[in-house]
């Protein structure tokens, strides 16, 4: 039987799902009105080339999605290769975004998460970002650092919603700390949930720009299996 590709793996079915829209739905209050801001911080490590093209295409929804609420702007940040970690200009539109990710290809290295972290705290420090994303496969730093630095960034409010790719352990336990320290939301996926994976990817666009009664609210616009994700949320 050939496995549809816009289906979750085993491991994020509905229930890690839900758990999933439940802790955004926890996350710190965000104020409404004006853009939202959100970090879009991805590993551009070797391991992760075969699904750096698919991550280029999902990410115009994040901006659609938030366009009757204010809009978005995004940052992009990535690392790769030896000690490269960089991050681009403020980004208002999908192809801007698009533009800059077809820019970058991967290239051999070890994750620099920590780097990513810091900079998301100097950058709420200049003006309030409403939430970082993470995607990723691996972690080959010191836990308790990135854990120390996950807990800042949620004393300032900005939670950490972490999109890991593959099945690696380590990775998973560091990550799920990181994300609840922050007061963030953590999901594994893999290539064939590229579907579900671009709408929880605007899910959180819509937390950042107008808080959990507009991430309800784009449910029951979206309809469908999203009104079915966001079914919790209501009231």
Same mark, same amino acid.
């Given at each position: ?32 009105? *004006?853009?939202? =801001? ?10 992760? +080339?075969?699904?750096? $093209? %698919?991550? @280029? ?67 709420? *420090?200049?003006? =309030? ?10 972690? +080959?730093?010191?836990? $308790? %650092?990135? @854990? ?88």
């Amino acid at each position: 039987m050939v496995a549809d590709k816009n289906q979750l793996p085993a491991q994020s079915g509905s229930v890690e799902i839900a758990d999933f829209l439940e802790k955004v739905k926890q996350a710190p209050k965000q104020p409404t009105g *004006g853009r939202g =801001r959100l970090i879009f911080a991805l590993d551009a490590t070797a391991s992760r +080339e075969p699904t750096w $093209d %698919r991550a @280029c295409h999902i990410q115009g929804e994040m901006f659609e999605a938030t366009a009757s609420l204010g809009g978005l702007e995004i940052q992009l940040v990535f690392y790769r290769g030896f000690a490269e970690c960089k991050a681009s200009r403020w980004m208002m539109t999908a192809d801007e975004l698009h533009r800059v990710m077809r820019q970058v290809y991967c290239v051999g290295g070890e994750t620099q998460i920590e780097r990513v972290l810091s900079h998301a705290i100097r950058e709420t *420090g200049k003006r =309030r970002v409403n939430a970082l994303v993470f995607v990723g496969d691996a972690m +080959e730093e010191k836990v $308790d %650092r990135l @854990c120390r630095l996950a807990g800042e960034l949620g004393l300032l409010g900005v939670p950490i919603f972490v999109f890991h790719e593959g099945g690696d352990r380590n990775a998973a336990a560091a990550f799920k700390q990181m994300a609840s320290l922050s007061h963030g939301a953590y999901l594994s996926f893999d290539l064939a949930s590229a579907g579900r994976l671009r709408e929880l990817l605007a899910a959180v666009a819509v937390y950042a720009a107008g808080g959990c009664r507009a991430l309800a609210a784009y449910g029951e616009q979206k309809g469908g299996e999203v009104l079915q994700l966001t079914a919790q949320l209501k009231g």
